[in-house]
Structure formats: C-alpha cells, structure tokens
C-alpha cells in the first residue's frame, strides 16, 4: 500500500496546534542541531561523516548551518584542522546561511550598506571554502548544491549557475534541492522569466518516474508566479482552470502517486503542495496532502503568507478539512 494511500484517510488531529519544528520532525536531525548549537565538533564530527547518502548530506548540513553562532566554533575548528575537508564543507555552508542572514529578507533596494557588506563577504569566504571541498572531493554532491546558492547571491551570472547545476546533477540527477536552486536562478525575481521557470519545472517532472519529488518543482514554479502578481490578479491566477489543471498533475503525478516514497526532506515538499493546493481551492486534494501531515508545519513556505507560519497552516488545513 503506497505512502498517500495509508495516510490520506487519517483526519489531521485536531488536539494540538500546528508546531513549527525546525528540525521538522527528524529526531537525529534535532540532536545534530543540537551538537552544532553547543559547538561540539568532536561528537558532530563522526555523526556527519557516518551519512552514506549524498542528498540526506546536503539536507542535513543545509538545517545544521542554520543554528546561529556555528560560525564562531567553526572558524577555529578549520584553523585547527585545515586538513578536515568536512569541516571546511560545513564551515562554507554555514557562511552561505550567514550571507543571506547579513542581506535579510529585504528587497534588494531595502538592504542596508552593512548588509550588503557583510553578504559580499560571507559569500566570499563560502567560494573559497566550497570550491577547495568540491576540488579535493570531486564525488561530493553538498559543495556544488551550496556553490548554487553563492553563485546567485554573488551575481555569478548564467553560465556559471549552470555549470554548477550541472555538476550537482552528474552527482545525483534526480536531487530535489538542487533543481530548485536552479528553479529560483530562474525566476524573473533572479533575471530569468516565468515562461523559462515554467518549463523548466514541467520538463524535469515529466523527465523523472512517477512518483519523484520533482513534481514539487510545478507547485512551485506557481506559487513564485502568484507572488509576482499584484492583488486580485494573484488569486486569479491560481484559481485559473490551466493553473489547477497543472497542480492536480504535479501532485497526483508526485507525492499522491502510489508509487511514491518520502525522503527524508518530505514534510517540505508536502507543505508546498498543501499551501498551493488550498490557495489553488483544490481543497479535497489539499487535505489529502494535510492528512499525511499532521500538525508538521514548516517554516517555507508559509511564511511567504505573512504573520505566524504555524497558524497559516493551521488556518488552511480547517479550510480544506471535509464539512
């Protein structure tokens, strides 16, 4: 029996709030968070190396190098240990993180002086480091999904966005997070355009087995879309037959196909298409993604409604629950 099909049943419980978890859910991802918030580098160390699979790696270090301060300890653990390739991995990643923390959320015309300093800087050092791994380690798939997001935030230009797509795909081709690196460098929002994001998302779904992930990559491509419009023509266009029409086939084709199988990174993937589908009023297949979900609320990418994002998905999945 497939994954959806055991859980499309289940009433989401109604007990507890929706919960914000930044370790969404993974318990060996929390105590790694742990290990990176106390500095312990000794016992993070083995924990990191011991992942066998490439793309669990990268998701792994892409929530770790999230946790504030790892940059002071990391800063010495390289110091102490140039030759550690793995921690001049996680010490790139982190200054990847802490760029964009440097340049906020803002809009581009919003960023203050400081923070565009500190961005460039950041970013920088991330090159250096990330490069240096991606040379003395050519099988690893972590450097060049990371070199994606400097290369954008460096303004790197296409050619290189490409060739380092490109290099993290001859790692793993059918790598989730990597195709939507290369999704956001072609967002108008980046200098690419709608009809480009469009096909390419469409192309790498119907590229992929049913029941890839990649079918993530369409319920995304719209909703950066959506946040392009202005109000009233947002709505419009989710709601829009060819939209839904389109949104249906990414989930059905995906994450309710029978013959998918969560990753580790799922419950991203599944709020996605919980939030674009209610946005969408496909409500019945909203709730069916909501079921599998419980009350795993992730921070992307409710936030992008505004205000808490615990209780926009509490908010949305009430509205697409059966009356």
Known sequence: MSFFRRLAGRKPPRSLPPVLDPSHGDEELRRLRALAEAGDWAALRPALAAVADQAELTWLLNRITDVEGTEEWLAKAVAERPEDTLVLLVSGARHISWAWNARTGARAKDVTEEGWRLFGERLETAE????????????????????????????????????????????????????????????????????????????????????????????????EHWLDLPDGEDHAYLTGPAVRTSLREAALRSVLHPAYRPRRDWRTTHNTFAMVLSLADERELAHAVFATLGDAATDWPWYYLGGDEAENFGLHRDRCAPR
């Open 128 to 223: 250096e480091q990330l490069l240096e791994v991606a040379e003395r380690e050519p099988g690893w798939l972590a450097p060049w999904y990371f070199l994606q997001i400097g290369a954008r935030g460096a303004s790197l230009g296409r050619t290189v966005a490409t060739t380092r797509f490109d290099a993290a795909l001859r790692r793993d081709p059918g790598h989730l997070a990597s195709h939507q690196q290369r999704l956001q460098q072609l967002c108008a929002k980046w200098g690419g355009s709608h009809e480009e994001m469009h096909a390419f998302a469409r192309t790498a779904m119907l590229g992929a087995p049913e029941g890839s992930p990649l079918g993530e990559l369409v319920a995304v491509a719209h909703l």
